[in-house]
């Protein structure tokens, strides 16, 4: 590197290790849990959805391979919507301008979410009926 360039910025909140970034992973993301709770009506209702299916899954007759892929496919659900809910707050948070990329970046997260119901409703019924 040349003595003109500058080395790349990293965060300043990098470089904690240990339990100590554990300890604070662990509070980032209690906030973002609330953050999307607070913010974002798709995941309040897919929170709600799952406070439902998750227990009624331990009263179905079902496997217990059954019921395990029954509610790890809602919770996949709740992990495509914070990530679509993120892509989105960055999107917003670059420009509120309209433009294709962001538009199609927000589909995109949006197509993933569908695709996380879909498999959630295909693994319930074949769980189920199968």
């Given amino acids: 590197m040349a ?10 909140f990098k470089g904690k290790t240990g339990l ?42 079902a496997s217990n391979i059954g019921r395990a892929l029954m509610i ?5 659900v709740l992990i495509v919507e914070l990530v679509n809910s993120a892509i989105e707050a960055a999107i917003d948070r670059i420009s509120l301008d309209h433009h294709n990329l962001s538009k199609r970046a927000k589909d995109v997260g949006s197509a993933a979410v569908m695709i996380a119901l879909l498999n959630a409703v295909a693994t319930w019924l074949l769980v189920l009926l199968g």
Avoid at 37 to 59: C, N
Avoid at 72 to 76: H, K, Q, R, Y
């Fill in 3 to 12: 003595n003109d360039e500058q080395p790349e910025r990293e965060s300043p």
């Fill in 20 to 61: 100590e970034r554990i300890w604070r992973a662990l509070f980032y993301s209690i906030d973002g849990l609330r953050a999307a709770y607070r913010h974002e009506d798709a995941f309040r209702q897919e929170v709600w959805l799952a406070a439902a299916l998750i227990p009624l899954a331990f009263f179905v007759p």
């Fill in 72 to 76: 790890a496919s809602v919770l996949l």
